[in-house]
């Protein structure tokens, strides 16, 4: 219980439930995803129309057949990446290896190698949390991620037991900045969810994304042109239930100071969504702001 010091008592049931759910085998939890994409989606129909709407403006050219199709799709994949984040808590090292391969990891190692530290953006696609302790287990040099605390103590202490339990360091938003300061020199990749929404007055950058105009953080942006670190894209594939493969694209290599570090990384998103638009989180209200 030494994990929950701070955290009321009320909430130490809950952990047990969740830490014991996460020791049943996968082909167990998946059942628990059939059973959840039926509530979620017929019955509770948890963001539909957020997840409606969304889908009709990116894809203004598809019918509402195909979209609806989508939608069953993207509800489906999105329960079984809820208990694969459960099965996370307790995920040995072996069983993350069979899971996630990193076909061209050559891209990556060739700066770390050079003693380069890499930003590595990434996003809400497939199973986003897997990522970062697949690379702590496999790579020779530290995996980092950026993250945004949640408010809840509770599942804040969770969901970083959670996304440590293989070795991945974590580092806060607001302390990005001076973590890079302080490591400047150290070989290491350091990956970013750079499509999530940035709050009204921290906007300062739009683009036409899924024929909307969106914005993006900039924060990898301005962080690779201060330090002239490299920017990799970070693309991920569903190949089957629980498995997935995650190929390196490169941005920049850090040496010119002009690349459109977020621009590239929106249309690089895009195509991937376009590929495959279930396997994206469609549930987030990311338009929620217009740009006049």
């Known amino acids: ?36 994409y039926v ?17 009709r403006n990116a894809f203004p050219e598809k019918s509402e057949a195909a979209l609806k199709q989508i939608r069953k799709d993207f509800y489906r994949q999105f329960m079984d990446v809820v208990v694969e984040i459960l099965k996370l808590r307790t995920m040995n090292k072996t069983e993350m290896e069979r899971r996630i391969v990193f076909a061209n990891q050559e891209l990556l190692d060739d700066f770390v190698q050079k003693g380069t530290p890499v930003i590595a953006m990434g996003s809400h696609s497939c199973n986003w949390e897997w990522i970062l302790s697949a690379g702590a287990v496999q790579f020779s040099f530290p995996a980092e991620g950026v993250y945004k605390p949640l408010n809840n103590a509770f599942f804040e202490r969770y969901m970083l037991a959670t996304r440590s339990n293989l070795g991945a360091r974590l580092i806060k938003m607001k302390e990005t900045l001076r973590d890079f300061a302080a490591n400047r020199q150290v070989p290491r990749v350091v990956a970013m969810l750079s499509d999530q929404t940035p709050m009204r007055h921290e906007i300062t950058f739009w683009t ?30 569903r190949t089957k239930r629980g498995y997935y493969t995650l190929m390196f694209e490169q941005i920049t290599d850090g040496t010119d100071p002009d690349c459109p570090v977020t621009e590239i990384f929106a249309r690089k998103l895009e195509t991937a969504i376009r590929r495959a638009p279930a396997n994206y989180l469609w549930t987030h209200r990311r338009w929620k702001h217009s740009k006049s």
Do not use: C
Request: overall charge positive.
């Open 1 to 36: 219980m030494a994990n929950l010091s701070g955290i009321p008592l009320h909430y130490y049931p809950l952990w047990l439930l969740l830490s014991g759910l996460s020791r049943l085998p996968l082909s167990v939890l998946y059942l628990l995803s059939d059973v959840l």
């Open 39 to 55: 509530l979620v989606y017929y019955v509770i129909g948890y963001r539909k129309k957020v997840v409606k709407q969304n889908l």
């Open 208 to 237: 036409t994304f899924l024929h909307q105009d969106t914005p993006f953080y900039e924060g990898a942006e301005k962080l690779a042109k201060k330090f002239k670190y490299p920017v990799l894209f970070l693309d991920i594939k």
